[in-house]
């Protein structure tokens, strides 16, 4: 797996990287649908003004998010 690089701001968003030991459950990625394994680094954002809507993504799926756009 590529290492996670520098993560662009992002309008709205509190975005950050989750580490592969922080990731100690799975997720439903928010881009595609799929699952985010445990242990898997991966990428979180938090809207800031509804911190509830918080989705988490695959590192590839957040990078192409502009050709994805998150749903809800
Ligand atoms: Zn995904």
Redesign the pocket.
């Known amino acids: 797996m590529p290492p996670i690089r520098q993560l662009e701001p992002v309008p709205g968003f509190e975005v950050r990287r989750v580490q592969p030991f922080e990731a100690v459950k799975r997720y439903v ?1 928010g ?4 699952s ?1 394994e445990a242990g898997t680094g991966h990428v979180v954002a938090v809207p800031i003004d509804a911190p509830d809507l918080r989705r988490h ?2 590192w ?2 957040w990078q192409a998010r502009d050709r994805r756009r998150p749903v809800g």
């Open positions: 990625c881009g595609c649908g799929n985010i993504w695959h590839g799926c």
